[in-house]
């Protein structure tokens, strides 16, 4: 019996995304060729979720289709991927529309990427490709399927069933990332994973290609970290997927910190990766330089370890406190209380961090002194005060200065 979406189409797309893949539609009718809605689209259909981005496979040229209903509709093509077909179209309202040829890909070595090849296939053998059933489900476009569910794999099934499954035995072989995209969508979703998939990735983990690029996998790592669900960190560790990257993670971590009020305005959604990757990394070495971090994660990571194997347990002395803490980054010391509990970083965020000397070298000479190496001893002097509670204005450090002078 065939499944038709029509309700959840009107219902979930807005008037400007209707209005473009109707367009669309219309145009692959009129130029003799098959578009179907594919992949993450239809699955939130069926999930009753908001619709963010739209991906139209072409079964055929999406290159030379794009350019045919730029002239037909006056829309805009505004990324050509010459080597995959693909291409974004931007159509009057504004919507962007990514449109794809059907392809089919190999696999020459694990981690990297696939190999495209037999452009504008057959639907069925484009959704093969895929990572897992629950993406591979299509939606029909033209005018003799309108809006009919197309599933080849079982996918429907699969999402009445809250199932993530792989669609065949290498696929984690082939693309190691897919491991961390199955948590992903189990945490997104509420799914279970498959048990033949759970067990095909456990095989996996269990003897990692520690030579594989590590790119796909961080790109995984970013989206999956950046998750609102503080099962993120722990579902990597409980499923070994962590041995993608290291050997020896950070177990012990009181996340509750991260919701302490002096921490949690302390870093954005993107410090979220860097704080996760930190504890991954913090205790290994051998994938730290295949991951191409750049060069602000790389300091995070590297002061966090200062922190973690050099730093003294409690320092009590708030001069030295300002001193050992000020010259490192706030997220890498949000990290570093997050493993620790440590209440000198406390200490220091909430009650030494924004303390700064107010006078400056030209107060001094406008009170008669000379420039000299003096100075220096002069605001190191004033800064103890202050952290000490001491000296609150600019008037109250240069009457301290004049009888520093006098002594």
């Known amino acids: 019996m065939s499944i038709f979406l029509d309700k959840e189409f009107n219902a979930l797309l807005s008037e400007n995304y209707k209005s473009a893949i109707l367009l669309a539609a219309k145009a692959a009718d009129d130029f003799g060729i098959q578009i179907f809605l594919i992949g993450g689209i239809v699955r939130d259909l069926l999930l009753d979720n908001s619709i963010k981005d739209i991906d139209i496979a072409v079964q055929g040229d999406a290159v030379k289709f794009a350019d045919f209903l730029a002239k037909k509709f006056s829309c805009k093509v505004i990324a050509v991927q010459e080597n995959l077909r693909t291409t974004k179209v931007e159509f009057p309202s504004g919507v962007i529309i990514d449109f794809a040829s059907t392809r089919q890909e190999k696999y020459e070595k694990s981690g990297v990427l696939p190999i495209a090849y037999n452009f504008g296939c057959n639907l069925e053998e484009d959704v093969k490709r895929r990572d897992f059933t629950i993406n591979t489900l299509a939606l029909g476009l033209n005018k003799s399927q309108m809006y009919e569910l197309i599933d080849f794999c079982g996918g429907y099934v699969d999402i009445i069933n809250k199932k993530i499954r792989i669609l065949h035995k290498k696929s984690f072989i082939d693309d190691p990332s897919r491991i961390v995209r199955a948590l992903k969508f189990k945490i997104r979703f ?16 269990s003897d990692v290609d520690n030579l594989m690029p590590l790119e796909r996998i961080k790109n995984e790592l970013y989206q ?66 295949r991951l191409n971090l750049t060069s602000y994660e790389q300091k995070i990571i590297n002061e966090v370890k200062f922190l973690y194997s050099n730093t003294r347990n409690i320092l009590t002395d708030n001069f030295e ?74 008037a109250e450090e240069l009457e301290f200065i004049k009888k520093e002078e006098k002594k």
Do not use: H
């Open 321 to 394: 406190i300002y001193s050992v803490y000020g010259k490192i980054n706030i997220i890498s010391l949000v990290i570093y209380y997050l493993i620790t509990g440590n209440n000198s970083v406390k200490k220091y965020i909430t009650e030494l961090k924004d303390i700064k000397v107010l006078i400056n070298g030209n107060d001094l000479i406008s009170l008669g002194f000379m420039p000299s190496e003096k100075f220096g001893g002069y605001f190191e002097k004033i800064l103890k005060e202050k952290l000490n509670g001491k000296l609150k204005t600019k």
């Open 224 to 289: 999956y970290f950046n998750i609102k669900d503080k099962k993120v960190y722990s579902y990597l560790i409980e499923t070994n997927a962590y041995k993608l990257l290291c050997d020896n993670p950070l177990t012990n971590v009181d996340f509750e910190r991260l919701k302490t009020d002096f921490i949690k305005n302390l870093f954005n959604k993107d410090d979220l990766w860097v704080i996760y990757m930190s504890l991954l990394l913090i205790n290994s070495n051998y994938s730290v330089q």
């Open 190 to 205: 509420g799914f279970d994973i498959d048990n033949n998939t759970y067990n095909l990735m456990q095989n996996y983990l």
